[in-house]
């Protein structure tokens, strides 16, 4: 929850100027400003390589569900890609895996990608619970949810007690995790898809880690959350990112 309209066009105006010239063949940008300034957003960036994303979405099209934004309204702003059950949906909103998978059908229903977002807190993670609560999130996350439909979709590992902390989880801990989602896929759909899958980490993501996150092998992107409000860190992350691999940020 950051920006105004005008302070959203200034930083993706910067962002269009950083980054005209990163092939879009290699790497995928992503920018999800507020509700509030989707369509101006989405003006600015119309003919660069920056594409359009949105921080939430309700599972139904219309109705008299006062204070939500459905996939049909995000799409005719111009949005192409929703995060679903973000770790502060979870935490503040009470989102939940069945509303996670009610929105990511939704989203993939009107031809938008989801990111959908799974990850543990830290007393899970010292209770020795990280994989308990991934397999959770991802076998009810995307119940129902087809192979073709979860090569459209993206997951997002962010483990919460790496978020807005400073504290970042280390690059082996990020591969460990992220290699045990991609093994539930496989377990789900089949390896050949699971490998088709990309798999985001977010969590403290910054310009002096990158390079480290994104050499691992099953980081194909980065989910960023407070450096992305400063044109210099998240063009330098993005750089970083697109030196190392293809991935979606």
């Known amino acids: 929850m950051y920006k105004t309209i005008v302070q ?26 507020a509700f509030t300034a989707l369509s101006e ?4 960036i119309i003919d660069s390589n920056i594409q359009l994303g949105a921080q939430d979405a309700y599972w139904q099209d219309e ?39 009610k929105k990511a059908k939704a989203v993939l229903a009107h031809g938008l990608t989801p990111i959908i977002c799974v990850g543990e807190t830290l007393n899970q993670r010292e209770a020795g619970k990280t994989f308990d609560v991934l397999s959770d999130h991802i076998y009810n996350g995307l119940k129902d949810i087809s192979a073709d439909d979860i090569l459209k979709t993206v997951i997002a590992y962010e483990p ?9 989880a280390t690059a082996d801990q990020v591969e460990e995790a992220q290699k045990y989602i991609r093994e539930l ?23 002096e880690n990158i390079a480290a996150l994104m050499s691992q092998p099953d980081v194909d992107g980065a989910l960023v959350g407070g450096a992305s409000l400063s044109l210099e860190s998240f063009s330098q992350i993005v750089r970083g990112a697109s030196e190392v691999k293809k991935c979606l940020l």
């Open 160 to 168: 919460v007690w790496a978020i807005g902390t400073g504290r970042t």
């Open 8 to 33: 959203a066009i200034e930083l993706a105006n910067g962002l269009t100027r950083e980054l005209y010239n990163l092939e879009t063949d290699k790497i995928d940008i992503v920018i999800c400003p």
């Open 185 to 207: 896929l496989a377990k789900i759909y089949a390896k050949d898809v699971a490998n088709k899958v990309r798999i985001q980490y977010g969590g403290s993501v910054k310009p």
């Open 63 to 101: 109705g008299a569900f006062t204070g939500e934004v459905s996939a049909v309204m995000l799409k005719d702003a111009g949005v192409k890609f929703v995060i679903i059950g973000h770790s502060e949906r979870r935490q503040y909103f009470s989102e939940t895996n069945e509303t996670v998978n």
């Open 41 to 44: 957003v989405g003006q600015v």
